[in-house]
């Protein structure tokens, strides 16, 4: 084996778990590497609008633990604040080991956040306050 180039490389077992959840979930295959020992992957679930997870893989994985980079907040990001909170408090909980473990409490979290927001009927979802709160308080 050469040198190690600077294109970040997943090893086989990760490579080999995120194919088996490719039709749930987008994997862009340009990994960033986050520093000497870890890697970035950047995960979208498919059918959904809620801005990608960046997950830390360490090079050894599975040995190592996968954390969750909070990246820096794009300009869409700030409607979905309630959602990453709850995303990001979900996934520190202990018992989520794995990358399917992780993309799969992911995956759960989006989907009671969804349900949620159609359920309140009336809502302006990105902001989640009703329409009349607008009008309410123009003091017109």
Known sequence: AGP??????LNEAARK???AVDSRFEID???QRHDANHIVVSVKIRGQTVPPLRLVVPITYPA????VDR???????????DLQ?????????PGITSLTDYLTAWEEQVS???????QSNGLDAPFGVGND????????
């Not at 190690?4 to 490389?9: D, E, K, V």
């Not at 190592?64 to 954390?67: F, H, L």
């Open 71 to 81: 990246a820096a907040i794009d300009l869409d990001s700030y409607l979905y604040d």
């Open 64 to 67: 190592g633990n996968v954390t």
């Open 112 to 118: 009671i956040y969804s349900q949620q927001q159609n």
């Open 85 to 93: 909170n709850a995303v990001y408090e979900r996934l520190s909980r």
């Open 4 to 9: 190690q180039t600077q294109r970040a490389n």
């Open 17 to 19: 778990e995120l194919q």
């Open 133 to 140: 709160f607008f009008y309410d308080n123009l003091n017109l």
């Open 29 to 31: 295959p340009n990994y």
